[in-house]
Each structure stands twice: as structure tokens, then as C-alpha cells.
């Protein structure tokens, strides 16, 4: 098992500081914001993916994952949905062919820097893009991703999330089959799976060999907030549980983007918990006093 933690929690920072940051709190790896203020896909130039590449080499980490769910940085003036629009289902076609424009240069940025998953989202299904609709658009939007994700050998990760129109595991596993790529999986979000009432050791057998990624938070009970870990009601030994019984072995990536007043002390708080549940050796700030 190996620890990360996303720099959605250090949209406050610039990523070099995001990545140091985390690098100090004790985790091996990090999971790269494919959006405003950090990696923005319209604004990466080969001067960030040089600094980046220079920092991680520097801190040693390796990067778990590109999170590409959001793109903030998209909108001049934000609409009613900004979180996961444009989307790959949306119902605006030139929103649908900016969405595959961006998630294409994900996966080439991933590739230059080394990062083994990208992660994206299904969409929503808004006012002219019923379930049946989003369906058909969904197959057709992706294809195009999955060609390049293959000759690139990059992983891509659907997330499931709470209202998404692929919200549910059991979802994200049809579609796994129906696409028949070798290269999509999940960046399986814990935590989601618990508020839409799945239970931990289904879903994490159900998807056992796909998991690119792995979202981890605690919980407020099942409201979907992400805390950090050990301060809410996740079972916890049920998921190290269910990820010792697949030999997962991928990375482990806490992300609490509700935590930008102090990432770092959240970053802290994360590894000093985790290393105790999965059996991490001590952070770099211990080892050196």
C-alpha cells in the first residue's frame, strides 16, 4: 500500500509548494489537479512540466494520479453547474468536444510526467440529456479518449460520484465490459461508495484488478463531505481489509479538497492516521527529527 494525497486540498498554494508540502507530511506520492490554479489543461506549457518534474525528482515522489473531474479553470463566468461541466454527456456539443479536447491533453501530460491514471467523471445528466441519451453519448465521447489512453499506455479512471449519471459501481462495471478497453478502470472515490449505500468489500472485490487509484476520506455519516480521515465514521478496517484481500497495491490518495483553509496540517493529520491503519513506515519529518 502506498499513500498520496491530492494538491486539490492546496488550491491556495502554487503546485511546486503544494507538492513540498505533501512530500514533508510523510507521503510517498501525489495527485496532480488537472485544473486551475495547478495544472490547468489549456494553460500546461513545457515550463510547468519542467519545474513539476524537477520537484518531484527533488522530493521523490512518484505521482498516484491526474485529477482531471473538475475544470473550473473552463469557465469565464461560472453556470448553474460548474463542477463537472463541460462534460462528455453534456448536452451542448461544442461543452462535449472542449471536455475530450482537455482530457486529451490530460493524457499527454500524464504521460510526460510520469503519472500512470487520469481521472474523470461521467457527467451529469442535465435538461436535455435523459439517462438513455447520456448512455449513447457517453460511449461515442470516450472513444476517442480510450484510442489515445491505449497508444499512450495511460489508465484512464472513471469516478463514481453522488447524481452523476455513472454514480454507482455496479455502473462503472458494465461499462468496464461494454467498452472493452484495457486501459479504463476507476479512480475509486471510498467514500462515495459508502453514502450511495454500497458496502465497502462489494465494491472494492467487484472492481479488483481496475482500480487505477484510490480516493480515500472519512465521513460525516453518510453525507457526502470529505473529512479527514480518522475524524469521522468510516470503517476503516474494512477497507484495509477488502484491500488486503485483492493484493491491492496501487496508490492510496487522500483527497480533501474542503480543507484549502490549512492543507497543511490536514496533510498531517491524513498520514499520521493512514500510516496506522495500512502500515506505513514513519514520514520524512519524523525520520529526521
Given at each position: 500500500?502506498?499513500?498520496?494525497?491530492?494538491?486539490?486540498?492546496?488550491?491556495?498554494?502554487?503546485?511546486?509548494a503544494?507538492?513540498?508540502?505533501?512530500?514533508?507530511?510523510?507521503?510517498?506520492?501525489?495527485?496532480?489537479?488537472?485544473?486551475?490554479?495547478?495544472?490547468?489543461?489549456?494553460?500546461?506549457?513545457?515550463?510547468l512540466?519542467?519545474?513539476?518534474?524537477g520537484?518531484?525528482?527533488?522530493?521523490?515522489?512518484?505521482?498516484?494520479?491526474?485529477?482531471?473531474?473538475?475544470?473550473?479553470?473552463?469557465?469565464?463566468h461560472a453556470?448553474?453547474?460548474?463542477?463537472?461541466?463541460?462534460?462528455?454527456?453534456?448536452?451542448?456539443?461544442?461543452?462535449?468536444?472542449?471536455?475530450?479536447?482537455?482530457i486529451?491533453?490530460?493524457?499527454?501530460?500524464a504521460?510526460?510526467?510520469?503519472?500512470?491514471?487520469?481521472?474523470?467523471?461521467?457527467?451529469?445528466?442535465?435538461g436535455?440529456?435523459?439517462?438513455?441519451r447520456?448512455?449513447?453519448?457517453?460511449?461515442?465521447?470516450?472513444?476517442?479518449?480510450?484510442?489515445?489512453?491505449?497508444?499512450?499506455?495511460v489508465?484512464?479512471?472513471?469516478?463514481?460520484?453522488?447524481?452523476?449519471?455513472?454514480?454507482y459501481?455496479?455502473?462503472?462495471?458494465?461499462?468496464?465490459?461494454?467498452?472493452?478497453?484495457?486501459?479504463?478502470?476507476?479512480?475509486?472515490?471510498i467514500?462515495?461508495?459508502?453514502?450511495?449505500?454500497?458496502?465497502?468489500?462489494?465494491?472494492v472485490?467487484?472492481?479488483?484488478?481496475?482500480?487505477?487509484?484510490?480516493h480515500?476520506?472519512?465521513?460525516?455519516?453518510?453525507?457526502?463531505?470529505?473529512?479527514?480521515?480518522?475524524?469521522?465514521?468510516?470503517?476503516?478496517?474494512?477497507?484495509?481489509?477488502?484491500?488486503?484481500?485483492?493484493?491491492?497495491?496501487?496508490?492510496?490518495?487522500?483527497?480533501?479538497?474542503?480543507?484549502?483553509?490549512?492543507?497543511?496540517?490536514?496533510?498531517?493529520?491524513?498520514?499520521?492516521?493512514?500510516?496506522?491503519?495500512?502500515?506505513?513506515?514513519?514520514?520524512?519529518?519524523?525520520?529526521?527529527?
Open positions: 500500500m502506498l499513500l498520496a494525497f491530492s494538491t486539490n486540498a492546496f488550491t491556495r498554494f502554487s503546485l511546486d503544494a507538492v513540498r508540502s505533501i512530500a514533508w507530511a510523510g507521503f510517498a506520492g501525489v495527485e496532480i489537479l488537472a485544473d486551475v490554479p495547478h495544472a490547468y489543461p489549456d494553460q500546461i506549457d513545457d515550463a512540466i519542467r519545474g513539476l518534474c520537484t518531484l525528482d527533488e522530493t521523490g515522489l512518484r505521482v498516484s494520479n491526474v485529477n482531471a473531474n473538475c475544470s473550473f479553470g473552463y469557465w469565464r453556470p448553474p453547474e460548474p463542477y463537472f461541466e463541460p462534460s462528455l454527456i453534456s448536452p451542448v456539443e461544442q461543452y462535449r468536444a472542449d471536455r475530450v479536447r482537455m486529451l491533453k490530460t493524457l499527454e501530460f504521460r510526460k510526467i510520469g503519472a500512470p491514471a487520469i481521472s474523470i467523471t461521467s457527467g451529469r445528466c442535465l436535455g440529456m435523459p439517462p438513455a447520456a448512455a449513447r453519448q457517453f460511449a461515442e465521447s470516450i472513444k476517442p479518449v480510450l484510442d489515445v489512453a491505449e497508444r499512450l499506455e489508465n484512464v479512471g472513471i469516478e463514481c460520484e453522488p447524481g452523476l449519471f455513472i454514480e459501481v455496479t455502473e462503472l462495471s458494465e461499462w468496464i465490459d461494454r467498452l472493452g478497453s484495457a486501459r479504463l478502470g476507476a479512480n475509486l472515490d467514500g462515495h461508495s459508502v453514502v450511495m449505500g454500497e458496502r465497502i468489500s462489494d465494491v472485490q467487484s472492481l479488483a484488478g481496475r482500480i487505477w487509484n484510490l480515500v476520506e472519512d465521513l460525516p455519516g453518510r453525507k457526502h463531505y470529505h473529512t479527514i480521515p480518522g475524524e469521522g465514521m468510516l470503517d476503516w478496517e474494512a477497507l484495509a481489509a477488502a484491500l488486503d484481500a485483492i493484493g491491492f497495491d496501487q496508490f492510496a490518495t487522500v483527497e480533501l479538497y474542503t480543507e484549502t483553509a490549512d492543507p497543511d496540517a490536514a496533510a498531517r493529520k491524513s498520514f499520521d492516521f493512514l500510516r496506522g491503519i495500512f502500515k506505513i513506515d514513519k514520514p520524512l519529518r519524523e525520520s529526521n527529527g
